[in-house]
């Protein structure tokens, strides 16, 4: 498990990308890159997030996927 | 039908049995308010967007139902935010419908234009901004749902205005969808965690707010007394258990009973359900329950193993733990160990012989003279862990206080929404002088509604929790945290048309205090007292809980 980056498959709607970007923000985790690309016929996005540092001493996994817009969270293989 | 965008925000809040709302109007959400006038919902009209927050909270907090506030665009909208974070931090099931500027402005720095949506992100459980009138049936629908289930917490709805006076032609307003199914304990699970109670010797539950969210105090009494477990509580946890109970331990964590710090000490087993392991429950959290197995049930997956390592979790409402851990649990005699514990309270919970004046004995004489099963809400500060520590509160629902993010100005305005939520109770507010002048603008909305809700300010002059933080571990430099002038606040309460009182707490008039308690409608009662009074026994920011000043150590 690589927990520098992580996979999450969210709804696709304006503010999904915000969100996600706040959600780094508040656990002071630094994003060093966040690429995301739209998936399921645009309905959906696929983001991979990798991290400078681990995401986070706790597994973060969980807290992403209490997200209303986030379908599936999961650190990379 | 056709319906504009404020009849379709109207029309859902009555399919999800909305009967109150309560808000501040203004440019952006006009439309909608228009829409309310003939709505048959009824409006409490706050006097400030965070009252309205925090009535709506009220609201919530008394029927475990989600409650709606409105405000408009701009300051209207960031008025609201603490109330909303406050909401969060405390899992309220809130829906916040806010207007904000026409779509053509949006990005202009227009008039009251601020990215409500932006800075609403990281207080709610979701956020949703409104950009295509066709998205609006589902996301009203959505919006209560996500509120209500699972864990609840607030929702933000952001309505341009453009949107509330669109129309568009629709079938019918979505029916509220059916909370998601609660999983069930898993059996492996349940049977693993009982055997592990089965075997401690010395086992106690520490009891959340999730206990009250799940309407679980009985399942939690009844799995208590036949494991013979006893039972602490965090603050968003008291009146989850009978205060007279003989296995409640009370309050644990910085301001808990240093016999339930001490005894959580001893413990070799901790059942921790509803609760989240917040830094004013355990103290330094390498210290807490050093020699202890911890057990976690939460229904959010998210609060396991976030702060404290569990051996054994779950992931569960607390009502269907309890209920099904209580099967495989087995009746224990576990006399030497509530005996060790009855000995810890005589050591450490000596009941001094208070002399009336001192607060704990004003909040004790309320609570005799108050009708019985009375609600309570506190502000933040001292008074608010004097009331923690002292009063017996009713079992379920009967305690409000801003336990996670500390709101000062939260009592009065959820205090109204308590008593708009249940009449038939008296619901006492005690505050300090600090924290009711952040919302003493509510008690022209409480004058308006005439609610039993009975203001009770412990009055010391200044900024208590704070200067005793200053004296205890700041070298006595005490700068900002003692008022200059003193508030007359009786005859605040009377320009507001509420009958006020003012009383010394040395020359107490119980008849007085008692008609002011018992007469119906609203009162404010200011009681002056030392300011030199300290909330003890206290754990030191950052220390372990069994670290606790006490009063003869610093008195």
């Known amino acids: 498990m690589n927990n520098h980056t992580l996979v999450i498959r969210a709804k696709k709607h304006a503010g999904t990308i ?11 985790i630094d994003v060093e890159k966040m690429s995301c690309s739209a998936d399921n016929c645009g309905a959906e996005m696929l983001c991979t997030v ?9 597994n973060i996994v969980p807290h992403l996927n209490n997200m209303h817009d986030v379908i599936d969270a999961y650190y990379s293989e | 039908m056709k319906l504009t965008g404020s009849q ?3 029309e859902s809040l009555k399919k999800q049995g909305i009967d109150v709302v309560t808000g501040i109007p203004g440019s952006a959400n006009l439309p909608l308010y228009t829409e309310l006038h003939e709505s048959g919902i009824e409006h409490i009209l706050a006097r400030h967007e965070q009252g309205a927050g925090f009535i709506a909270q009220g609201m919530a907090r008394r029927s475990g139902k989600p409650a709606v506030c409105l405000a408009t665009s701009g300051p209207g909208a960031t008025n609201l935010l603490t109330a909303i974070a406050d909401a969060k931090m405390d899992s309220v099931p809130v829906v916040a419908i806010t207007g ?32 295509d009138i066709g998205d609006l049936p589902g996301i009203m629908r959505d919006a209560f749902n996500i509120a209500a289930s699972g864990r609840p917490g607030p929702v933000l709805v952001d309505v341009q205005k453009d949107i509330q006076n669109q129309s568009i032609e629709i079938d019918s307003i979505p029916d509220p969808l059916p909370l998601p199914p609660k999983s069930a304990p898993g059996e492996k699970e ?33 799995f208590a007394e036949k494991a013979s477990v006893p039972v602490a509580v965090s603050l968003r946890g008291l009146s989850t258990f009978d205060h007279y109970h003989p296995l409640y331990m009370g309050l644990i964590g910085m301001h808990g009973n240093l016999s339930t710090n001490t005894a959580f000490n001893e413990a070799d087993l901790v059942i921790c359900i509803g609760a989240r392991f917040n830094d004013r429950t355990t103290g330094n959290t390498n210290g807490f329950c050093p020699d202890a ?4 049930a939460d229904i959010d997956a998210a609060e396991i193993g976030k702060i404290r390592r569990s051996d054994l979790s779950i992931v569960s409402d607390a009502g269907d733990f309890l209920e099904a ?29 208070l002399p009336g004046y001192h607060p704990l004995e004003i909040i004790r004489t309320v609570s005799n003279l108050a009708h019985e099963g009375s609600i309570v809400a506190t502000d933040v500060g001292q008074h608010q862990m004097w009331v923690a520590r002292t009063y017996p509160f009713p079992v379920g629902r009967t305690f409000f206080t801003s336990g996670g993010l500390g709101t000062m100005g939260f009592g009065l305005p959820v205090a109204i929404g308590a008593a708009l939520a249940d009449k038939t109770k008296t619901v006492l507010c005690f505050s300090g002088d600090g924290s009711i002048l952040m919302n003493i603008q509510e008690l022209a909305t409480l004058a308006d509604l005439g609610l039993n809700v009975k203001v009770i300010i412990l009055d010391n002059g200044q900024l208590g929790l704070v200067r005793q933080q200053q004296e205890l571990f700041y070298g006595r430099k005490f700068i900002a945290t003692s008022f200059r002038t003193h508030t007359d606040f009786s005859t605040i309460a009377s ?27 609203p009162c404010l009662v200011n009681i002056n007292i030392s300011g030199e009074y300290n909330v003890y026994p206290m754990v030191p920011p950052g220390k372990e809980n069994i670290n606790m000043l006490t009063e003869d150590m610093h008195e």
């Open chain 2, 495 to 521: 320009g507001f048309g509420i009958r006020g009182i003012d009383m010394n707490a040395a020359r107490i008039d119980m008849a007085q205090l008692e008609s002011a308690l018992k007469e119906p409608g």
């Open chain 2, 100 to 131: 904000q500027v026409a779509l053509p402005f949006i990005g202009t720095d227009a008039f009251q234009e601020v990215d409500t949506f932006g800075l609403s992100l990281s207080i709610t459980k979701h956020s949703f901004l409104v950009k």
């Open chain 2, 190 to 222: 349940i049977k693993e965690i009982a055997e592990a109670i089965n075997k401690s010797a010395r086992p106690v539950i520490y009891a959340g707010g999730g206990v009250i969210l799940s309407g679980a105090e009985e399942a939690l009494r009844i």
């Open chain 2, 325 to 353: 851990l209580v099967n495989y649990s087995e009746k224990k005699d576990r006399s030497g160990w509530i005996s060790r514990i009855n000995e810890l309270k005589k050591i450490h919970d000596k009941d001094f012989q």
């Open chain 1, 50 to 58: 990798k991290c400078s540092s681990p995401a986070s001493v706790t």
């Open chain 1, 18 to 28: 915000t969100t996600l970007a706040s959600f780094f923000s508040r656990r002071n």
């Open chain 2, 8 to 10: 379709i925000i109207v």
């Open chain 2, 293 to 296: 197995r911890i057990i976690h």
